[in-house]
């Protein structure tokens, strides 16, 4: 029984861990689905080798967050794999093993219930922030408050096609901005990443660029080809910004009359 209780304490208290890294990585500018993934993939010792695991060695803090969770994991599921072996070793009867196996079982269901629990994820997550802010140095970085990542506002990283719109020209032909959408960056091959372009800057084939802006008007500007209907599209666009910047200035005289 007591092995039984270990188990659940110890799986319950790993659960914790990875939540608290989790949203430590989340401040640090990771999505929340990005650091949940990273953070329980340290934890467990996968070490997938990808793009984003790339981005969290090369930033110290996540680096630090991700050494210290790896060396926890190994602890933590050496320890979970001892407590269940004695769970079902040291019991003499059938019917103590078969206590501990319901302890097990009711646990890891009752543990399973209050990690899908949305109050739980939001109460823990008020605390742990809390604790964060307060007893560490982790720098805030809320992409998306700052961004403004709702009202179909999203931020999208796409390749630009061959027979694309966007291929081969400047930013101050594409005149993005007309239609509130900003270029934040490009990746390009062999040649690094480009931040916050200047007009001149031409969009080649390949790059992988990040764009800021209503999702529809984004959608648009993938889709488009490299024929008249694409400058429709941009006429179209441009002439929706135009009306929802004019409606803007309205709300905002009527809010200064009264």
């Not at 190994?74 to 019917?95: E, R, W, Y």
């Not at 209050?114 to 140095?137: C, F, H, P, Q």
Request: avoid cysteine; proline fraction near 2%; hydrophobic fraction near 40%.
């Amino acid at each position: 029984m007591v092995a039984a209780v270990s188990l659940f304490l110890i799986v319950s208290l790993s659960v914790l861990i990875t939540k608290i890294a989790a949203i430590a990585l989340m401040h640090t500018g990771l999505s929340t689905e990005s650091a949940k993934f990273q953070a329980r993939s340290a934890y467990t010792g996968t070490g997938l080798s990808t793009q984003e695991t790339e981005s969290i060695m090369n930033h110290p803090v996540r680096r630090k967050i991700v050494y210290h969770l790896m060396l926890i994991g190994n602890a933590g599921i050496v320890t979970v794999m001892s407590s269940l072996i004695l769970t079902f070793i040291l019991p003499d009867t059938m019917a103590s093993k078969l206590y501990g196996l319901l302890i097990v079982v009711v646990g890891m269901l009752v543990l399973f219930l209050a990690v899908r629990s949305k109050w739980v994820d939001k109460g823990l997550s008020r605390v742990i922030n809390k604790m964060l802010k307060r007893y560490t140095n982790i720098e805030i970085h809320d992409f998306a408050a700052v961004l403004h990542l709702k009202d179909d506002y999203t931020i999208i990283e796409a390749k630009v096609d061959h027979d694309g719109w966007m291929g081969n020209r400047t930013l101050e032909q594409l005149n993005l901005r007309e239609e509130g959408i900003t270029i934040l960056g490009v990746e390009r091959k062999e040649k690094g990443y480009f931040g916050s372009p200047s007009g001149e800057f031409k969009i080649l084939p390949d790059d992988l660029v990040t764009i800021y802006g209503k999702s529809d008007g984004i959608r648009s500007i993938y889709s488009r080809k490299k024929d008249h209907y694409a400058q429709q599209e941009h006429h179209k666009f441009v002439a929706e910004e135009e009306l929802r910047k004019e409606n803007e200035k309205q709300i905002v005289s009527e809010k200064n009359r009264e």
